[in-house]
């Protein structure tokens, strides 16, 4: 593993409501190093993609403070942790989040494209090959099934070579067999690539393929491990 690419310490997000005070995260810690795999594990409600958004600097802690490829995201304002997110993240999502106006292959071009790559139409076709959508290119989003609609989303989050690619429940809305082909798929980008992963999920075997896991219960961190 590489130096540190994601720090927190001491984490805490607070909402307040009608009835007082909920304390979604409480004093959270942890580091990342680059290449690493790490999966957040615990119940609905334990805080976990809220953890996954103050670490990827969709949203500021209460308390603490994030720290992503030597940037610190809470001593930014949010265009500049746009700015940091767009140099250095990728994203999968649990419902896909394609772009249903654009083909298969202009999903996985548009993040190519917004770096300013001149070779974005090639590197899109090779990653929707490397994933198994070589006969797809043309087809849009809703004339694709949900395990193609991930690989899609796959293609797309690795083509910008993002130093840490975090998803939330990559394989929740996907059946068995189509949530381990995506896994297998997500794991072989991870080495090929050397991205560093951070994972939300529910499931024990996705958690398991993760060099690391962390479990939550009630915004706090109750324990950790290594696989």
């Given at each position: 593993?590489?130096?540190?690419?994601?720090t927190?310490?001491n984490l805490?997000?607070?909402?307040s409501?009608?009835?007082?005070?909920?304390h979604?995260l409480?004093?959270?810690?942890?580091?990342v190093?680059?290449?690493d795999?790490?999966?957040?594990?615990?119940?609905s409600?334990?805080?976990?993609s809220?953890?996954?958004g103050?670490?990827?600097g969709?949203?500021?802690?209460?308390e603490?403070?994030?720290?992503?490829?030597?940037?610190?995201?809470t001593?930014l304002?949010?265009?500049?942790r746009?700015?940091?997110?767009?140099?250095?993240?990728?994203?999968?999502?649990q419902?896909f989040q394609l772009l249903?106006?654009?083909?298969?292959?202009?999903?996985v071009?548009?993040p190519?494209?917004?770096h300013?790559?001149?070779?974005?139409r090639?590197?899109?076709?090779q990653?929707?090959q490397?994933?198994?959508?070589?006969?797809?290119?043309g087809?849009?989003?809703?004339?694709?099934?949900?395990g193609?609609?991930q690989?899609?989303?796959?293609?797309?989050a690795?083509?910008?070579?993002?130093?840490v690619?975090?998803?939330?429940e990559?394989?929740?809305?996907?059946?068995?067999?189509?949530?381990?082909?995506?896994?297998?798929?997500l794991?072989?980008?991870?080495?090929?690539r050397g991205t560093?992963l951070v994972?939300v999920?529910?499931?024990?075997?996705?958690?398991?393929r993760?060099?690391?896991?962390?479990?939550?219960?009630?915004?706090?961190?109750?324990a950790?491990?290594a696989?």
């Amino acid at each position: 593993m590489g130096a540190s690419i994601l720090t927190a310490r001491n984490l805490s997000k607070v909402v307040s409501g009608a009835e007082g005070d909920l304390h979604i995260l409480q004093a959270l810690s942890l580091e990342v190093a680059a290449g690493d795999s790490l999966a957040i594990v615990g119940a609905s409600g334990s805080g976990k993609s809220t953890l996954l958004g103050l670490l990827a600097g969709l949203d500021q802690p209460s308390e603490g403070d994030v720290t992503l490829a030597g940037q610190v995201l809470t001593d930014l304002n949010e265009d500049q942790r746009a700015q940091v997110r767009a140099g250095n993240v990728g994203f999968v999502f649990q419902s896909f989040q394609l772009l249903e106006t654009l083909t298969a292959l202009e999903n996985v071009m548009l993040p190519l494209e917004l770096h300013g790559r001149a070779d974005a139409r090639t590197q899109a076709t090779q990653l929707l090959q490397r994933v198994g959508l070589g006969e797809r290119l043309g087809h849009w989003p809703r004339q694709l099934s949900g395990g193609e609609q991930q690989r899609v989303a796959l293609a797309r989050a690795f083509a910008a070579e993002p130093a840490v690619l975090f998803a939330d429940e990559p394989t929740g809305n996907l059946d068995t067999h189509t949530g381990q082909t995506i896994t297998d798929l997500l794991f072989t980008l991870n080495r090929e690539r050397g991205t560093t992963l951070v994972l939300v999920t529910h499931d024990e075997r996705l958690a398991q393929r993760c060099r690391r896991w962390i479990r939550l219960e009630a915004g706090q961190l109750v324990a950790t491990g290594a696989n």
